[in-house]
Protein backbone atom coordinates (compact mmCIF):
# COMPACT_ATOMS: atom_id res chain seq x y z
CA UNK A 1 0.00 0.00 0.00
CA UNK A 2 1.20 3.24 -0.63
CA UNK A 3 0.64 7.03 -1.46
CA UNK A 4 1.70 7.57 -5.50
CA UNK A 5 2.40 10.71 -7.63
CA UNK A 6 2.81 9.89 -11.15
CA UNK A 7 4.08 12.57 -13.21
CA UNK A 8 1.92 15.12 -11.79
CA UNK A 9 1.85 18.75 -13.61
CA UNK A 10 -0.37 21.46 -11.90
CA UNK A 11 -1.05 25.05 -12.98
CA UNK A 12 -2.09 27.83 -10.28
CA UNK A 13 -5.82 29.37 -11.95
CA UNK A 14 -3.94 31.99 -14.35
CA UNK A 15 -2.14 28.61 -16.18
CA UNK A 16 1.55 29.29 -14.48
CA UNK A 17 2.60 25.85 -14.48
CA UNK A 18 3.83 25.39 -10.74
CA UNK A 19 4.65 21.15 -10.96
CA UNK A 20 5.87 20.35 -13.98
CA UNK A 21 5.91 16.13 -13.67
CA UNK A 22 6.31 15.40 -9.89
CA UNK A 23 6.54 11.16 -9.89
CA UNK A 24 7.13 9.96 -5.67
CA UNK A 25 5.78 6.77 -4.16
CA UNK A 26 5.49 7.02 -0.22
CA UNK A 27 4.84 3.36 0.84
CA UNK A 28 3.29 3.20 4.48
CA UNK A 29 5.77 2.87 6.86
CA UNK A 30 7.81 5.07 5.49
CA UNK A 31 9.47 8.72 6.56
CA UNK A 32 10.25 10.78 2.82
CA UNK A 33 11.15 14.23 3.05
CA UNK A 34 11.58 17.08 0.39
CA UNK A 35 13.73 19.88 1.01
CA UNK A 36 14.32 22.50 -1.42
CA UNK A 37 14.49 26.08 -2.15
CA UNK A 38 11.98 28.44 -1.76
CA UNK A 39 9.55 28.71 -4.57
CA UNK A 40 10.17 25.65 -6.06
CA UNK A 41 6.59 24.05 -5.86
CA UNK A 42 6.55 22.31 -2.17
CA UNK A 43 3.80 23.75 -0.49
CA UNK A 44 1.64 23.26 -4.23
CA UNK A 45 2.74 19.39 -4.17
CA UNK A 46 1.07 19.58 -0.72
CA UNK A 47 -1.73 21.50 -1.47
CA UNK A 48 -2.51 19.69 -4.62
CA UNK A 49 -2.16 16.27 -2.93
CA UNK A 50 -4.53 17.37 -0.34
CA UNK A 51 -7.35 18.48 -3.04
CA UNK A 52 -7.14 22.44 -1.95
CA UNK A 53 -8.56 25.25 -4.22
CA UNK A 54 -6.57 27.38 -6.37
CA UNK A 55 -4.34 24.56 -8.58
CA UNK A 56 -5.63 22.83 -11.70
CA UNK A 57 -4.18 19.34 -11.96
CA UNK A 58 -3.71 19.43 -15.82
CA UNK A 59 -2.07 15.93 -16.00
CA UNK A 60 -0.96 12.93 -13.97
CA UNK A 61 -2.48 10.75 -11.00
CA UNK A 62 -2.07 10.56 -7.31
CA UNK A 63 -3.22 7.27 -6.11
CA UNK A 64 -3.56 5.83 -2.77
CA UNK A 65 -3.33 2.57 -2.08
CA UNK A 66 -4.35 2.05 -5.80
CA UNK A 67 -7.59 4.11 -5.76
CA UNK A 68 -7.36 7.83 -7.69
CA UNK A 69 -7.99 10.31 -5.16
CA UNK A 70 -7.70 13.60 -7.93
CA UNK A 71 -11.50 13.69 -8.39
CA UNK A 72 -12.00 13.80 -4.16
CA UNK A 73 -12.53 17.10 -2.40
CA UNK A 74 -10.64 18.11 0.60
CA UNK A 75 -12.83 16.47 2.93
CA UNK A 76 -13.70 13.09 1.16
CA UNK A 77 -9.20 13.13 1.35
CA UNK A 78 -9.46 14.22 4.58
CA UNK A 79 -11.91 10.83 5.97
CA UNK A 80 -10.04 8.50 3.24
CA UNK A 81 -6.73 9.42 5.36
CA UNK A 82 -4.89 12.17 3.91
CA UNK A 83 -3.88 14.39 6.32
CA UNK A 84 -1.86 18.32 5.78
CA UNK A 85 -0.40 20.32 8.51
CA UNK A 86 -0.19 23.74 6.71
CA UNK A 87 3.24 25.79 6.54
CA UNK A 88 0.70 28.66 7.86
CA UNK A 89 -2.07 26.82 9.88
CA UNK A 90 -5.60 28.76 9.23
CA UNK A 91 -7.30 30.35 12.34
CA UNK A 92 -11.16 28.96 13.19
CA UNK A 93 -12.45 31.85 15.12
CA UNK A 94 -15.50 30.60 17.32
CA UNK A 95 -14.61 26.65 17.15
CA UNK A 96 -12.84 25.44 20.10
CA UNK A 97 -9.95 22.99 19.54
CA UNK A 98 -12.17 20.81 21.55
CA UNK A 99 -14.78 20.91 18.96
CA UNK A 100 -13.01 21.13 16.31
CA UNK A 101 -11.09 17.95 16.29
CA UNK A 102 -14.31 16.22 17.65
CA UNK A 103 -16.66 17.08 14.68
CA UNK A 104 -13.49 15.54 12.39
CA UNK A 105 -13.74 12.76 14.51
CA UNK A 106 -17.27 12.36 14.30
CA UNK A 107 -17.47 12.95 10.82
CA UNK A 108 -15.06 9.53 10.20
CA UNK A 109 -17.81 7.40 12.30
CA UNK A 110 -20.49 5.50 10.55
CA UNK A 111 -24.05 6.78 10.38
CA UNK A 112 -25.66 7.22 14.28
CA UNK A 113 -23.17 6.10 16.02
CA UNK A 114 -21.45 8.74 18.49
CA UNK A 115 -18.08 9.47 19.83
CA UNK A 116 -17.97 8.81 23.64
CA UNK A 117 -16.89 11.84 25.04
CA UNK A 118 -15.05 10.17 28.15
CA UNK A 119 -12.70 8.15 26.40
CA UNK A 120 -12.31 11.57 23.71
CA UNK A 121 -11.23 13.73 26.33
CA UNK A 122 -9.14 11.00 27.72
CA UNK A 123 -7.41 10.48 24.94
CA UNK A 124 -7.25 14.21 23.45
CA UNK A 125 -5.41 14.92 27.20
CA UNK A 126 -2.79 12.22 27.12
CA UNK A 127 -1.55 13.32 23.45
CA UNK A 128 -1.89 17.12 25.14
CA UNK A 129 0.46 16.56 27.67
CA UNK A 130 2.72 14.53 25.42
CA UNK A 131 2.83 17.68 23.32
CA UNK A 132 2.94 19.70 26.35
CA UNK A 133 0.21 21.74 25.75
CA UNK A 134 -1.82 23.50 28.49
CA UNK A 135 -5.30 21.94 28.91
CA UNK A 136 -6.35 25.50 27.97
CA UNK A 137 -5.90 24.84 24.82
CA UNK A 138 -9.46 22.53 24.17
CA UNK A 139 -11.30 25.67 25.20
CA UNK A 140 -9.67 28.14 22.82
CA UNK A 141 -10.94 29.05 19.21
CA UNK A 142 -8.61 26.85 16.70
CA UNK A 143 -5.62 28.53 16.54
CA UNK A 144 -6.89 31.97 17.43
CA UNK A 145 -3.80 34.30 18.76
CA UNK A 146 -1.28 31.20 18.94
CA UNK A 147 2.02 31.93 18.62
CA UNK A 148 4.11 30.37 15.37
CA UNK A 149 4.82 27.08 17.66
CA UNK A 150 1.52 27.12 19.43
CA UNK A 151 -0.19 26.49 15.95
CA UNK A 152 2.53 23.68 15.15
CA UNK A 153 2.21 22.05 17.97
CA UNK A 154 -1.88 22.20 17.53
CA UNK A 155 -1.56 20.81 13.61
CA UNK A 156 0.54 17.75 15.63
CA UNK A 157 -2.27 17.13 18.23
CA UNK A 158 -4.75 16.96 15.38
CA UNK A 159 -2.62 14.45 13.75
CA UNK A 160 -2.29 12.29 16.92
CA UNK A 161 -6.16 12.36 17.28
CA UNK A 162 -7.18 11.58 13.66
CA UNK A 163 -4.57 8.61 13.00
CA UNK A 164 -4.40 9.18 8.82
CA UNK A 165 -2.85 7.20 6.85
CA UNK A 166 -0.70 9.74 5.11
CA UNK A 167 0.82 12.37 6.90
CA UNK A 168 1.97 15.55 4.59
CA UNK A 169 3.84 17.88 7.37
CA UNK A 170 4.61 21.07 5.19
CA UNK A 171 7.69 23.09 7.49
CA UNK A 172 6.42 22.51 10.18
CA UNK A 173 9.45 23.27 11.67
CA UNK A 174 9.94 26.54 10.72
CA UNK A 175 9.72 29.48 13.30
CA UNK A 176 9.99 26.65 16.40
CA UNK A 177 12.75 26.69 18.90
CA UNK A 178 14.86 23.80 19.69
CA UNK A 179 12.59 22.66 22.75
CA UNK A 180 9.10 22.92 20.23
CA UNK A 181 10.90 20.88 17.38
CA UNK A 182 11.85 18.59 19.85
CA UNK A 183 8.35 17.81 21.38
CA UNK A 184 7.23 18.25 17.71
CA UNK A 185 9.57 15.27 16.78
CA UNK A 186 8.09 13.78 19.33
CA UNK A 187 4.98 13.62 18.86
CA UNK A 188 5.53 12.82 14.90
CA UNK A 189 7.78 9.60 16.02
CA UNK A 190 5.03 8.41 18.05
CA UNK A 191 2.89 7.93 15.29
CA UNK A 192 5.30 6.23 13.03
CA UNK A 193 4.44 3.02 11.94
CA UNK A 194 4.14 0.05 9.67
CA UNK A 195 0.70 1.43 8.98
CA UNK A 196 1.83 5.30 8.05
CA UNK A 197 3.61 6.83 5.53
CA UNK A 198 5.03 10.44 5.83
CA UNK A 199 5.87 13.36 3.59
CA UNK A 200 7.91 15.92 5.37
CA UNK A 201 8.77 18.98 3.70
CA UNK A 202 11.45 21.20 5.06
CA UNK A 203 13.70 23.75 4.17
CA UNK A 204 16.19 23.11 6.51
CA UNK A 205 18.48 19.75 7.68
CA UNK A 206 17.63 20.11 11.56
CA UNK A 207 14.09 19.09 11.39
CA UNK A 208 15.67 15.26 9.95
CA UNK A 209 17.82 14.94 13.22
CA UNK A 210 15.01 14.40 15.26
CA UNK A 211 12.67 12.87 12.51
CA UNK A 212 14.83 10.53 10.76
CA UNK A 213 13.40 10.34 7.22
CA UNK A 214 13.90 6.81 5.01
CA UNK A 215 14.42 8.45 1.91
CA UNK A 216 15.42 12.67 0.99
CA UNK A 217 14.49 14.06 -1.90
CA UNK A 218 15.43 17.43 -3.68
CA UNK A 219 12.59 19.27 -5.43
CA UNK A 220 13.74 22.42 -7.72
CA UNK A 221 11.12 24.24 -10.42
CA UNK A 222 8.45 21.76 -10.10
CA UNK A 223 10.36 18.64 -10.50
CA UNK A 224 12.18 16.15 -7.85
CA UNK A 225 15.39 16.55 -9.19
CA UNK A 226 17.68 14.53 -6.86
CA UNK A 227 16.60 11.13 -4.47
CA UNK A 228 18.72 9.58 -1.73
CA UNK A 229 18.86 8.62 1.47
CA UNK A 230 19.12 10.87 4.95
CA UNK A 231 22.86 11.41 3.87
CA UNK A 232 21.46 13.31 1.11
CA UNK A 233 20.07 16.07 3.78
CA UNK A 234 23.07 16.39 5.61
CA UNK A 235 24.94 17.03 1.88
CA UNK A 236 22.68 19.66 1.37
CA UNK A 237 23.19 21.07 4.92
CA UNK A 238 26.66 21.90 4.23
CA UNK A 239 26.91 22.59 0.56
CA UNK A 240 23.31 24.41 0.12
CA UNK A 241 21.38 24.16 -3.17
CA UNK A 242 24.33 25.71 -5.52
CA UNK A 243 24.80 22.16 -7.62
CA UNK A 244 20.92 22.88 -8.80
CA UNK A 245 22.14 26.17 -10.87
CA UNK A 246 25.57 23.88 -12.28
CA UNK A 247 23.76 20.59 -13.15
CA UNK A 248 19.94 20.60 -12.80
CA UNK A 249 18.77 23.58 -14.22
CA UNK A 250 21.19 24.38 -16.49
P1 LIG B 1 7.67 26.35 -1.85
O1 LIG B 1 6.68 25.79 -0.88
O2 LIG B 1 8.63 25.33 -2.38
O3 LIG B 1 8.39 27.54 -1.30
P2 LIG B 1 5.31 27.11 -3.35
O4 LIG B 1 4.64 25.85 -3.76
O5 LIG B 1 4.74 27.84 -2.20
O6 LIG B 1 6.87 26.84 -3.13
O7 LIG B 1 5.34 28.09 -4.58
C1 LIG B 1 5.86 27.74 -5.84
C2 LIG B 1 5.68 28.91 -6.80
O8 LIG B 1 4.32 29.08 -7.09
C3 LIG B 1 6.16 30.23 -6.24
O9 LIG B 1 6.73 30.97 -7.29
C4 LIG B 1 4.89 30.88 -5.75
O10 LIG B 1 4.98 32.26 -5.75
C5 LIG B 1 3.87 30.36 -6.74
N1 LIG B 1 2.54 30.21 -6.16
C6 LIG B 1 2.10 29.17 -5.41
N2 LIG B 1 0.82 29.33 -5.04
C7 LIG B 1 0.44 30.52 -5.56
C8 LIG B 1 -0.78 31.26 -5.56
N3 LIG B 1 -1.87 30.79 -4.94
N4 LIG B 1 -0.81 32.42 -6.23
C9 LIG B 1 0.28 32.89 -6.88
N5 LIG B 1 1.46 32.25 -6.93
C10 LIG B 1 1.53 31.08 -6.29
MG1 LIG C 1 6.27 26.23 1.11
Redesign the pocket.
Known amino acids: MSLHIQDLHATLEDGTEILKGVTLTIPKGEVHAIMGP ?1 GSG ?2 TLSKVIAGHEGYVVTSGSVTQGGEEILGKSVDERSRDGIFLAF ?1 YPSEVPGVSNANFIRAALQARLPKGEEIDAVAYYKSLYSKMDLLEMDRKFTARAVNEGFSGGEKKRNEILQLMMLEPEYVIL ?2 TDSGLDIDALKIVAKGVNAMRSSERGFLL ?1 THYQRLLDYIKPDHVHVMAEGRIVRSGGPELALELEKDGYEFLKESVLA
Open positions: NKSQDEI
